[in-house]
């Protein structure tokens, strides 16, 4: 144990450069993550807000009903005018 003191007092300046960069790094990250988080709940609000209060999960799945009905009336559409340009 006195070895690892002995350690500490000889190297306590390396040590405490080695600690405070850590912590430099620590705290960069920390504003970063913030940064990336705010942002993403920015976002979502802005989503949330263009909703008008709706649910917005019903709402995707109306407009993804209204175009699978589109493309089926397409598709009718297409079928007849290739039978009638056959005849």
Do not use: H, P, W
């Amino acid at each position: 144990m006195s070895i690892l003191f002995d350690l500490m007092r000889t190297y306590s300046a390396e040590i405490l450069l080695i600690a405070v960069f850590l912590s430099a790094v620590s705290l960069l990250l920390v504003i970063l993550n913030y940064r990336r988080t705010s942002k993403i709940i920015r976002k979502y609000r802005q989503l949330m807000r263009g909703a008008n209060n709706k649910n917005l999960e019903s709402m995707l799945y109306n407009q993804l009903e209204t175009i699978e009905n589109n493309l089926a009336k397409t598709r009718e559409l297409e079928l007849f005018c290739s039978s009638l340009s056959s005849r």
